[in-house]
Structure formats: C-alpha cells, structure tokens
C-alpha cells in the first residue's frame, strides 16, 4: 500500500478483555515496529519484526502482550485481558531498503481501556 | 544501552526565527539517525534520514547534522512559520534493531 495503515483506529473497551490491533505496512518493508505512546508521553518500544521473525521482544511490557506477523506482511498486536494502563495510541511503523530504510509511521491505534 | 536525549523539551519562538533542536545519543555505533514531527493526536512524519556515512541532510528550510564522535544530531529550521509548531522527535538505530527515541521538543512558533 500507499502508506502504513492500522486498524482499529479508535478502541474503546471494557477492562479484563481482550483487543487486536491490526498493521499493514507499506509493501516489501521487510522491516515492522510496534511502539506504545501513553497520553503526553514519549514514544515506547515493543516489538521489532525482520520479515516473520522478531529478534528483539524485550519491549513487550508482560506476557498479557503478544504480536505476530505473518507473509512478511500484515501484523497483529495481542493485548489479553486489557488493564485500564494500557490505554494508550499504539504505533507502527515499518521501513525497508527500497525506501533508503526510512520509518514510516501508521496513524495509530487509539486503545483507551474502561 | 543506547539512550537518546533531546533539549530543550519545549521551545517558544517568534515567527521568523531560525532555531535549533538538539538530540544527543550514549553509544555511537549506530546505523542511522532519523528526526520526525509529530502533530497534536498524530502519528510521526519523516523529516530527514542521516545515515551513519553522512554529516548532514537538507530538505527545503530543514537541515540535520549528525557528529556520531561527540554523540549529537542538531535539527535546524530557518525562518520559522506558526505550521511548524509540534513535538519534534530524534530516533536513533543501533545495531541491534531497535531504534531508540528521544522524548521530544515540544515547539510552538507564534505568529
């Protein structure tokens, strides 16, 4: 696609239960990052994926987390049994060699936990 | 641990200024450098990518400089305009995948 799109773009949810969060990064970035910006804060590394595999999790903030991404394409955020502290906008981004390896960030995905 | 730092965290100016923001990083073997804008309930944009090789990029009234020895990247943007006003944020990559950043300059430019 044109640019990095996410999906929910606005999440309003009950606590306890459980949300996806969906990324589809520009085509053939290899390269895709989840990062986790509370309200007024900085930006928070979670997880970073080269093509299916993620060497480097250690971002993920408890094992309530979880991302998976498959075809070296789409991606998903897992957030299991939400806490009213993970209400937050919840990056992506993805870049790749055809693109000078550049960040190019999706709108985000507005999670706000009730 | 590759630690970013930007100063000032918040900068008022007059319209017109040339102005410019700092970033510093702990650990110089990185990859590259990116600085980005980000406005008020936005995601990031891209302003300027500076891979390790180079000393500096420029994109109309935007120039980044990166002096990987000293650890530090300035972003500077002549005569400023009120649509500049945002939060302006460094990233930094390091070897190790992750790309680290700094908490941001928070600019508001008057008209």
């Known amino acids: 696609g044109a640019g990095v799109s996410q999906s929910p773009s606005n999440k309003v949810t009950e606590k306890g239960k459980d949300v996806e969060l969906r990324c589809d990064p520009i085509?053939?970035?290899?390269?895709l990052y989840w990062y986790r910006q509370r309200l007024g804060q900085g930006l928070e590394f979670l997880i970073y994926?080269?093509?299916?595999?993620?060497?480097?999790k250690s971002g993920l903030p408890s094992d309530r987390f979880s991302a998976e991404r498959t075809g070296e394409s789409v991606s998903t955020l897992t957030i299991q049994r939400t806490q009213q502290e993970d209400s937050a906008v919840y990056l992506c981004?993805?870049?790749?060699?055809?693109?000078?390896?550049?960040?190019?960030f999706g709108e985000g995905s507005w999670l706000t936990v009730v | 641990k590759q630690e970013v730092t930007q100063i000032p965290a918040a900068l008022s100016v007059p319209e017109g200024e040339n102005l410019v923001l700092n970033c510093s990083f702990t650990?110089?073997?990185?990859?590259?450098l990116q600085w980005f804008r980000q406005d008020p309930g936005k995601g990031l944009t891209s302003l300027l990518l500076i891979q390790s090789s180079q000393r500096e990029q420029t994109s109309g009234r935007l120039n980044a400089s990166l002096d990987k020895s000293s650890g530090r990247s300035t972003l500077y943007i002549a005569a400023s305009q009120p649509g500049d006003s945002a939060t302006y944020l460094c990233?930094?990559?390091?070897?190790?995948?992750?790309?680290?950043f700094g908490a941001g300059t928070r600019l508001f430019v008057k008209a």
């Open positions: 990233a930094v990559k390091s070897g190790g995948f992750k790309t680290i």
């Open positions: 085509s053939g970035h290899t390269a």
């Open positions: 981004a993805s870049s790749g060699e055809s693109s000078g390896n550049t960040i190019y």
């Open positions: 994926f080269q093509g299916n595999s993620a060497p480097d």
């Open positions: 650990d110089s073997a990185i990859y590259n």
